[in-house]
């Protein structure tokens, strides 16, 4: 076997045919190793389904072809045609990532053909892997005969020490640096066809469900209990925040004996966590956007950290711009049609790179920051990490320029001009900027020291320590100079959620009605499932952000307690079940469709994973003085015997309704149950219940009914009359209760009010409307008394007609 490293010099040694019990050219195997079991792992492989799963290589920025379908097929109705080679490697591309595992052999076979008029009599051809990076391996080899079909035949095995994180399977021709000197021998088209790789599919994942409650009933930190996030960037649009996350879960593996998982792997992070709330408190995961790698939104970058998001009218059309570090290296930004997509990228390459003016000296071009001022000119701040080492050491440490500032085009997702350099102190990554009052506010995370930042410094006096958020006030959002920093904004979060909750951090800050609140990350969900042992998993918090009359900010305290609900939560609606106060134990799923609550434009998720004992909750849900009379939730059963309770305020409360979730299994279905004292605020618990050990059902949405007030009978006429040349308007409300009521009488000329009306008496007035006509229109009666004991008002309107008096 033998591995070839793609450097940026695009030089690679000779490939070998085959790794394992490999081939030579021309040689077909009898028989395969025995298998642990004989799983085809590529999907469409005989390419019956047109292209899906299947795209052109891209590991090189000069890697380019076309691929379609073509009806000359070895078997079935279709073979897939590559054209337009740019490079060698340019051919057909499957991405068997999670699916291969080190150690194991494999059978690989397929179908090749070329028919080039001008290319040689015969060609090599290779079936390679790239594990990400420059790593690219021969696996299998076939020489074929221009215009006849030729089989790959063979197979390979992965070298236990090979990561798999990235296993990328394509199709190519032998490799030269210059194939366009000779692109007959090195660039001709060719068909693919049948192509299989046989061999032990790798064990499943294990559970990424966090079984522990993480966010204890009554606190507000960590955001949620569920999954992880950090970096979180917060944004509000139409009354709801929306906090956009580096999806710190996708790495997440615990044990299943010890659950414990291996540390953090950022390189394997490509997608993007979004989450919401109306209230800061409940939150509603809207899951991930995979925005990057082979699938993603944007194929051309291979990460998505440290998102940020901002929303901009370009040429008449609303449009919400998400900007994300692509790696250390770069930067991007995706376009969505709302807070929630659907995502498309308008650019084929990074908007921040090696490419953009006066970032050259910035090592770590990544953290995009978006910021639109009022007069609706956009910028970005992006960059970070190790300080020029062509500066002094104490300036290095102090103020290593690492950070920059640019101008955006109006089309958000182009730059103007150069970048111009943050002077912010002791600075590291995770620029940010706000507006208050006028003024911009630059927040940023400073770094640990270090021989990145001059060796052995010691900071100025008042300037940031280690892992800390300073920050600046500035007149101008492009102008950063030292003097503009004006302190520490957060200490290191470690000083308030103790051991194991250290590191870096990344913030935002946003405004929700009227106040500030400040976003940041700590590994406390992480630190609760393992006790003070963390593996870097980070969780979404926020604080509120105060400020001192003279505009600078109060230093903020990290608590558990959070910040204050907003307002109390509305049931009388549906509701996505995935909107947790807290929970226990459930995980959620993206599924087919769109969202009930959130509409079409929104992917919608499922509660899943739900065992006995298992619960989620939401806070502060208010049912008004009358009440709730049933909760109705769309649910798909898994197991008999499967049931929701219904509890208020403790997850052992009194159970004040039951769902019984005996619906077909495997179908979506509604299930209503009545409930009995439900009514004021009050959190509400959903603790499910059924057979241990397996999953009992899934939940899609819900929704709160409330209680039908009874109503006071009562008849009600108005009419129009004339009386001395003037107009007037009649109303009547005869009671037909049995019991004494109150009646008040409105219109738009007066109001009038009786007290005690007996049963079957009339109240009455007639308005003066003071004119000799009145126009058609509508009068309220409003009558209060009393039902079985309960005080009810009924609230009628009738129409009275226009009229005239005189001649």
Same mark, same amino acid.
């Given at each position: 076997?033998?591995?070839?490293?793609?450097?940026?010099?695009?030089?690679?040694?000779?490939?070998?045919?085959?790794?394992?019990?490999?081939?030579?050219?021309?040689?077909?195997? #009898?028989?395969?190793?025995?298998?642990?079991?004989?799983?085809?792992?590529?999907?469409?492989?005989?390419?019956?389904?047109?292209?899906?799963?299947?795209?052109?290589?891209?590991?090189?920025?000069?890697?380019? $072809?076309?691929?379609?379908?073509?009806?000359?097929?070895?078997?079935?109705?279709?073979?897939?045609?590559?054209?337009?080679?740019?490079?060698?490697? #340019?051919?057909?591309?499957?991405?068997?990532?999670? %699916?291969?595992?080190?150690?194991?052999?494999?059978?690989?076979?397929?179908? !090749?053909?070329?028919?080039?008029?001008?290319?040689?009599?015969?060609?090599? =051809?290779?079936?390679?892997?790239?594990?990400?990076?420059?790593?690219?391996?021969?696996?299998?080899?076939?020489?074929?005969? %221009?215009?006849?079909?030729?089989?790959?035949?063979?197979?390979?095995?992965?070298?236990?020490?090979?990561?798999?994180?990235? $296993?990328?399977?394509?199709?190519?021709?032998?490799?030269?640096?210059?194939?366009?000197?000779?692109?007959?021998?090195?660039?001709?088209?060719?068909?693919?066809?049948?192509?299989?790789?046989?061999?032990?599919?790798?064990?499943?994942?294990?559970?990424?469900?966090?079984?522990?409650?993480?966010?204890?009933?009554?606190?507000?930190?960590?955001?949620?209990?569920?999954?992880?996030?950090?970096?979180?960037?917060?944004?509000?649009?139409?009354?709801?925040?929306? *906090?956009?996350?580096?999806?710190?879960?996708?790495?997440?593996?615990?044990?299943?004996?010890?659950?414990?998982?291996?540390?953090?792997?950022?390189?394997?992070?490509?997608?993007?966590?979004?989450?919401?709330?109306?209230?800061?408190?409940?939150?509603?995961?809207?899951?991930?956007?995979?925005?990057?790698?082979?699938?993603?939104?944007?194929?051309?970058?291979?990460?998505?950290?440290?998102?940020?998001?901002?929303?901009?009218?370009?040429?008449?059309?609303? %449009?919400?711009?998400?900007?994300?570090?692509?790696?250390?290296?770069?930067?991007?930004?995706?376009?969505?049609?709302?807070?929630?997509?659907?995502?498309? /990228?308008?650019?084929?390459?990074?908007?921040?790179?090696?490419?953009?003016?006066?970032?050259?000296?910035?090592?770590?071009?990544?953290? @995009?920051?978006?910021?639109?001022?009022?007069?609706?000119?956009?910028?970005?701040?992006?960059?970070?990490?190790?300080?020029?080492?062509?500066?002094?050491?104490?300036?290095?440490?102090?103020?290593?320029?690492?950070?920059?500032?640019?101008?955006?085009?109006?089309? *958000?997702?182009?730059?103007?001009?150069?970048?111009?350099?943050?002077?912010?102190?002791?600075?590291?990554?995770?620029?940010?900027?706000?507006?208050?009052?006028?003024?911009?506010?630059?927040?940023?995370?400073?770094? =640990?020291?270090?021989?990145?930042?001059?060796?052995?410094?010691?900071?100025?006096?008042?300037?940031?320590?280690?892992?800390?958020?300073?920050? *600046?006030?500035?007149?101008?959002?492009?102008?950063?100079?030292?003097?503009?920093? $004006?302190?520490?904004?957060?200490?290191?979060? /470690?000083?308030?959620?103790?051991?194991?909750?250290?590191?870096?951090?990344?913030?935002?800050? =946003?405004?929700?009605?009227?106040?500030?609140?400040?976003?940041?990350?700590?590994?406390?969900?992480?630190?609760?499932?393992?006790?003070?042992?963390t593996q870097g998993y980070r969780s979404p918090h926020i604080q509120e952000l105060t400020f001192n009359p003279d505009g600078t900010i109060q230093q903020v305290v990290g608590t558990y307690a959070g910040v204050d609900q907003v307002r109390?939560?509305?049931?009388?609606?549906?509701?996505?079940?995935?909107?947790?106060?807290?929970? %226990?134990?459930?995980?959620?799923?993206?599924?087919?469709?769109?969202?009930?609550?959130?509409?079409?434009?929104?992917?919608?998720?499922?509660?899943?994973?739900?065992?006995?004992?298992?619960?989620?909750?939401?806070?502060?849900?208010?049912?008004?003085?009358?009440?709730?009379? #049933?909760?109705?939730?769309?649910?798909?059963?898994?197991?008999?015997?499967?049931?929701?309770?219904?509890?208020?305020?403790?997850?052992?409360?009194?159970?004040?309704?039951?769902?019984?979730?005996?619906?077909?299994?495997?179908?979506?279905?509604?299930?209503?149950?009545?409930?009995?004292?439900?009514?004021?605020?009050?959190?509400?618990?959903?603790?499910?219940?059924?057979?241990?050990?397996?999953?009992?059902?899934? !939940?899609?949405?819900?929704?709160?009914?409330?209680?039908?007030?009874?109503?006071?009978?009562?008849?009600?006429?108005?009419?129009?009359?004339?009386?001395?040349?003037?107009?007037?308007?009649?109303?009547?409300?005869?009671?037909?209760?049995?019991?004494?009521?109150?009646?008040?009488?409105?219109?738009?000329?007066?109001?009038?009010?009786?007290?005690?009306?007996?049963?079957?008496?009339?109240?009455?007035?007639?308005?003066?409307?003071?004119?000799? #006509?009145? @126009?058609?229109?509508?009068?309220?009666?409003?009558?209060?008394? /009393?039902?079985?004991?309960?005080?009810?008002?009924?609230?009628?309107?009738?129409?009275?007609?226009?009229?005239?008096?005189?001649?």
């Amino acid at each position: 076997m033998e591995q070839r490293m793609r450097r940026a010099t695009r030089r690679r040694v000779a490939a070998i045919a085959t790794v394992g019990l490999m081939m030579a050219a021309g040689f077909v195997a #009898s028989s395969g190793p025995v298998q642990a079991a004989d799983t085809n792992l590529v999907v469409n492989g005989g390419f019956e389904d047109g292209l899906a799963n299947w795209f052109v290589n891209n590991g090189n920025a000069t890697d380019g $072809a076309q691929l379609s379908a073509t009806s000359d097929a070895w078997s079935g109705a279709n073979a897939a045609l590559v054209t337009s080679r740019t490079t060698t490697g #340019s051919g057909p591309m499957q991405d068997l990532s999670g %699916k291969v595992q080190a150690g194991q052999a494999y059978t690989l076979t397929a179908r !090749i053909k070329y028919e080039n008029a001008s290319g040689p009599a015969t060609k090599q =051809f290779f079936a390679t892997m790239h594990y990400g990076g420059g790593t690219y391996t021969n696996l299998v080899s076939v020489t074929a005969t %221009k215009g006849q079909w030729a089989q790959f035949n063979g197979t390979f095995t992965i070298p236990a020490g090979q990561s798999v994180s990235t $296993a990328r399977l394509f199709f190519e021709t032998p490799w030269t640096s210059t194939p366009s000197t000779d692109p007959d021998l090195h660039l001709m088209d060719f068909k693919l066809d049948d192509v299989s790789v046989i061999g032990a599919a790798p064990p499943a994942p294990a559970s990424k469900t966090i079984e522990v409650v993480g966010k204890l009933p009554g606190e507000h930190n960590p955001l949620i209990g569920h999954k992880f996030g950090a970096d979180g960037f917060g944004f509000v649009h139409d009354g709801r925040v929306y *906090m956009y996350l580096t999806n710190d879960t996708q790495g997440y593996a615990p044990d299943p004996a010890t659950g414990v998982s291996p540390g953090i792997n950022y390189g394997n992070i490509n997608q993007i966590t979004v989450i919401s709330s109306e209230d800061l408190v409940n939150w509603t995961d809207h899951g991930e956007i995979q925005v990057a790698g082979p699938n993603g939104v944007a194929p051309f970058t291979a990460n998505s950290w440290a998102p940020g998001i901002t929303r901009k009218v370009v040429n008449g059309e609303e %449009k919400f711009f998400l900007y994300y570090a692509n790696g250390g290296g770069s930067s991007n930004v995706i376009t969505g049609a709302s807070p929630l997509g659907p995502w498309t /990228s308008e650019r084929t390459s990074t908007l921040i790179d090696g490419r953009t003016p006066g970032a050259e000296d910035v090592a770590w071009k990544f953290d @995009p920051a978006p910021f639109v001022d009022d007069d609706g000119q956009p910028y970005l701040y992006f960059g970070g990490g190790p300080a020029s080492t062509s500066m002094p050491p104490a300036e290095r440490f102090n103020n290593p320029k690492n950070i920059r500032a640019i101008e955006l085009g109006d089309d *958000m997702i182009s730059t103007e001009g150069a970048a111009a350099v943050v002077d912010a102190p002791v600075a590291f990554e995770a620029g940010h900027v706000f507006k208050r009052d006028g003024r911009y506010y630059f927040s940023y995370s400073s770094h =640990f020291g270090g021989n990145d930042f001059g060796g052995n410094q010691q900071p100025l006096p008042g300037y940031p320590g280690g892992g800390q958020i300073g920050y *600046m006030i500035s007149d101008n959002p492009m102008s950063w100079p030292k003097e503009t920093y $004006a302190g520490v904004l957060f200490p290191n979060q /470690s000083q308030f959620f103790g051991s194991g909750t250290g590191g870096n951090n990344h913030q935002s800050v =946003f405004e929700f009605e009227g106040r500030y609140y400040f976003t940041y990350h700590a590994p406390t969900l992480n630190k609760r499932i393992n006790g003070n042992t963390t593996q870097g998993y980070r969780s979404p918090h926020i604080q509120e952000l105060t400020f001192n009359p003279d505009g600078t900010i109060q230093q903020v305290v990290g608590t558990y307690a959070g910040v204050d609900q907003v307002r109390n939560f509305a049931p009388y609606r549906v509701v996505e079940a995935e909107t947790f106060g807290w929970s %226990k134990g459930v995980a959620t799923a993206k599924v087919d469709g769109s969202s009930a609550q959130f509409g079409g434009a929104a992917p919608n998720l499922v509660v899943r994973d739900i065992d006995n004992g298992d619960w989620t909750a939401l806070s502060s849900v208010d049912f008004g003085d009358n009440g709730a009379q #049933s909760v109705t939730a769309r649910v798909r059963a898994l197991a008999t015997g499967g049931q929701i309770q219904v509890r208020l305020d403790d997850v052992a409360g009194p159970v004040v309704g039951t769902i019984l979730v005996d619906t077909p299994s495997g179908q979506w279905a509604e299930v209503t149950a009545e409930l009995d004292g439900v009514s004021g605020v009050h959190d509400v618990y959903f603790t499910f219940t059924g057979p241990a050990g397996v999953d009992l059902f899934e !939940i899609d949405n819900w929704a709160f009914a409330a209680a039908t007030q009874p109503e006071l009978p009562v008849t009600v006429t108005a009419s129009t009359r004339c009386v001395g040349g003037k107009a007037y308007v009649a109303v009547q409300a005869r009671n037909d209760h049995d019991a004494p009521v109150g009646i008040a009488l409105e219109t738009a000329y007066g109001q009038r009010s009786f007290t005690a009306v007996a049963p079957g008496a009339n109240a009455y007035q007639s308005f003066n409307t003071r004119a000799v #006509s009145v @126009p058609a229109g509508s009068a309220t009666v409003r009558v209060t008394g /009393s039902i079985g004991g309960q005080d009810v008002t009924t609230v009628r309107t009738v129409p009275h007609p226009a009229g005239t008096c005189g001649g």
